[in-house]
Nanobody, 122 residues
Framework: QVQLVESGGGLVQAGGSLRLSCAASGSIYILQNMGWYRQAPESKRELVAAITAGGITNYSSSTEGRFTISGDFARYTAYLQIYSLKPEDTAIYYC????????????????WGQGIQVTVSS
């Protein structure tokens, strides 16, 4: 079993900043990637940013520049720093991890967090 604890969301005014945190725990043998996705009302879930254990980052074209992902893979934790928030950033933000569960089972697995609400007021 894997647990993900997401924190840092809330209500913020346009132009403000937030830092989201995602802490993973449980049956993780090797943590491969951590990422943040978001889903706005009546929209599909989309990638915001992701980071590999090697520190390689990947951003959506719509978020690059205002969003910064970082990770502490020794602590199974990832952060998403968001600057200059806009009302269109309002969404539920989900943390996702890709991992191997054990030495004897090297099938890559994915696990999603419950999501955390970010609301940006104009």
């Amino acid at each position: 079993q894997v647990q993900l604890v997401e924190s840092g969301g809330g209500l913020v005014q346009a132009g403000g900043s937030l830092r989201l945190s995602c802490a993973a725990s449980g049956s993780i043998y090797i943590l491969q990637n951590m990422g943040w996705y978001r889903q706005a009302p009546e929209s599909k879930r989309e990638l915001v940013a992701a980071i590999t254990a090697g520190g390689i980052t990947n951003y959506s074209s719509s978020t690059e520049g205002r969003f910064t992902i970082s990770g502490d893979f020794a602590r199974y934790t990832a952060y998403l720093q968001i600057y200059s928030l806009k009302p269109e950033d309002t969404a539920i933000y989900y943390c996702k991890v890709d991992y191997y569960a054990s030495f004897f089972d090297l099938t890559s697995r994915a696990y999603w967090g419950q999501g955390i609400q970010v609301t940006v007021s104009s």
